[in-house]
């Protein structure tokens, strides 16, 4: 009798086991399953719209007024209409940088901030956005930094920001309510996200302890559970992955030429979705065109046949819309990768 409850207890506690990797197992399918509509996505088109940047291109001083004024101005239908004719599958649009402008509403970042009048647009341009994308079958992403806005002196002190290799737990903690605040809002309207300059990742996400990189994820999905995450590292030609609480590589890369995908299979590195990002122009975001046709056609049929996804930054104008030599570009881009076995 003692014997046979003795294995009545090991066998529930293997039946207990069973289940538990069973769960486990699903998770981190679901997990890996977040990023299948890239692959079938195929490729996006990215533009920083930064007030900084047009700033400096147009030769415009910068204040929130004229910020609210360029954000009114920017033709969401327009480029959703542009990023449809070249074939793109998403677009990946910077919500802010280093200036401390950005282009959507955040009360819990101007709660902590304080400035006034607020530096985040008055519209919603990721929403209108989402909705000119949406209704042509175009999934959108966000960018922002990991960090404060560098150039804002009292938006980084007010959010305790240290540049440098610090745990930086009260910065964290403030910049996750505010992404928070921005996934909640949007909800599905959102489908990813790409965190830049997560390059102290030791120190400041791979703790047991919130906040971490599993904190950080999970502010960015608070409004779409499905968002796609990615974190950067920097410029790094081989292509990896920081951590399993990202769904696919950041992958950014000056010179595509050097790119390094080791070990894919099925297009997955380490179990992410292979991803690179590069740019079309002479800067990110900036300049005309630096490559031949051609050989953007070939970069990006190349990663394709790994079973990667390619993004291609290229500049935007003021009213929001992409000039036609890259216009051209991407259309060879999206008419090469549609054809059958590319």
Known sequence: MVR?????????AVWFLGVALLVASSAAAERQDRAAWMKDAQWGVMNH??????????????SVEQWNKLIDGFDAEGLAKQIESVGAGYYLITIGQNSGYYLSHNAVYDKYVGIQPSKCSRRDLVADLSRALRKRGIKLMVYLPAGAPGSDRVAREALQWQNGAYPNREF????EQVIREWS?????KVDGWWFDGCYWPNTMYRSDE?????????????GNPDSVVAFNPGVVPRILSLTPHEDYTAGEINDPNRVEIRRAVNGKIDGVQVHILSFLGERWGMGAPRFATEQVVKWSQGIRKQGGVITWDVPIQPDGLVSQPFMD???AVGKALARRGE
């Open 184 to 188: 909640a809002g949007w909800g599905r």
């Open 4 to 12: 046979s409850n003795r294995l009545g207890v090991q066998g529930f």
């Open 210 to 222: 919130v906040p971490n990189f599993a904190s950080f994820s999970a502010a960015a999905r608070s």
């Open 329 to 331: 570009q991407l259309t």
């Open 172 to 175: 964290q903690l403030k910049w």
């Open 49 to 62: 719209y930064l007030a900084d940047w047009i700033a400096r291109v147009e030769k415009m001083e910068m």
